[in-house]
C-alpha cells in the first residue's frame, strides 16, 4: 500500500503517500458507487437513490480536491512563503465544504420540488441491494479515510471521511423508505430525501467553520502544548513555564514561543546551554520551532516563598483566575512583579487589578506591584 502511494505521487513522505492513496481510493470508490445509483435511481424513479448518487459523485470531487491541496501543499518554502504552503490543505478543507452545501441545497431542492409534485416510485428488491451494499462499502471507505486522515493529521481527509460514513447512515433510511412504500404503498421517498439533504448540509457548514478557523488562527493544538510543557518542565534548570503560543502553517509545521522560569541565581551561559539543548530536541521529536523568553524567579529566598503563598490565596478564592506565574520579588528594584492567567469570561479586567492591589498593598506597603492579566493561548 505504501509502495502504490509513492507510486501514484506521494514521493518518500509517509504522510503524503497516506493522503494520496486514501484520496485515491476515495475518488474511484465513489465514480463507480456514483454511477451505478444514478442509473438504478433513474430507471426507478427514485429521487432519493439519485440524489445519494449525485451526493457520491461530490464525494469524488471532495477526494480528488484533497488529493490536489495536499500536493501543492507539499511545495517547498519560498521567499514569499518562508514557513511553507502547508495552509494550502486548509484552503482545501474550505473547497470541500463548499462542495458538500452545494450538493446539499441542490438535494434539497430536488426533494422539495418531488413533495410538492409528486413522481410514481417503481421500486425493486434488487435495488434495495444496491443501496445496501453501496451502503456497507461507504461505511468501511468513510471509516477508513476518517482513521487516516486523523493519523496524518488532514483535516480534509477527516473531513471527507466524515461525509462518507453519513452517507452510509442515510443509505439506511433510502431502504426504510422502500420498504415502507413496498408494504404499505406510501411514498416518504421525498421527506426522506428532505431529511438526507440537512445532514449533508450541516456536515458542510461543520467543514467550513473549522476550515475558516484554521485560516483565521484559532488556538493552538492543546495536545501538541501539553506534550510541550511537559518536554520543557522535565529539563532541568527550569522552574515553571507558562504563556505558550503556537502558530499553525499547516499540518505539522509550528513556530510559537513560550516563557520559562529560571533560578536567578543562574549565569547567562548556563541558561543557554540548556534552553538551547532543548530548543534543537523540540525541533526534532515535535518538528516545533519554539522561542524562550527568560524570567527570573527567586526560589531560594524566603521573602519569594512567602509572596507566593500570599498570591496562590487570592488565586484560589477568584474561580476566574486559573493561574499565577513569574512571580518575581525583585529586591533591588523594590518591586513585586506577578502574572495572572484568566478564562475568557471575565470581563472587567481592571475590577480583577484593582481587587489584587487593594489585598496585597496593605502586606507590602513599600512595594511596587506590577501585575499583568492575560488570557490562555492553547
Known sequence: MKALGKYLGGGDDPRQNAIVLTSTLGVVVNLLISGLKILVGALTSSIAIVSEGVNNASDALTSFLSLVGA??????PDEKHPFGHGRIEYLTSLAIAVVILVAGVEMLVGSVKLIIKPEPLSITYVSMLLVGGTAVVKYILGVYTMRTGKKVDSGSLVAVGLDCRNDAFISLLTIVSCLIFIVFHRSIDAYVGVFMSLVVVKAGVGVLRGSVDDLLGGPGKKELAARLYREILAEPGI????????HNYGPNAWTGS???EIDHARTVGEVYQFLHRLQLRVMREHRVSLVFGVIATGIDHQEN???KKVVDKFVDAHEHVKSSHALYFDVDANTIYCDFVVDYLLKDWEALRREFLDYIQPLYPDKEIVL???TEFV
Open 305 to 307: 516563598v512567602d509572596l
Open 239 to 246: 522552574v515553571n513555564a507558562a504563556d505558550m503560543t503556537l
Open 71 to 76: 500536493k501543492l501543499a507539499e511545495k517547498r
Open 258 to 260: 513560550v516563557n520559562v
Open 372 to 374: 499583568t492579566i492575560e
